[in-house]
């Protein structure tokens, strides 16, 4: 079962080395002695979130950017990261995309007959 989970592993760009990333969207934390630990998604802000550290300062970001940095890369200028389904614990690869902030409301509301 381990090497299913550390296969095509990347790392969290601005933590190299430090944070890494798996297909199955697992985060781990990278130890000096080659040791990893899975990190923890906590709900919080209603959106998951996850703590990354680095030189001694701690960081609190939401999964889902963390997810969108590692495989899609630095988010376009005017524009957010969102959920395509519209349900915000669905952090799945292909769920997540930037999509413009004048038109996020469009794309995400919810139309009643």
Known sequence: MKDIIMTNVKDIPGYEGI????????????YKNNKMRLMTQYYSHRKYMVKLTRNGISTELPAATVILLTFRGQCPAGMVPYHKNGIKSDNRRDNLGYNATNKLGRSTAVSYP
């Open 19 to 30: 944070y890494k990333f798996n297909p199955y969207n697992q985060i781990f934390r990278c």
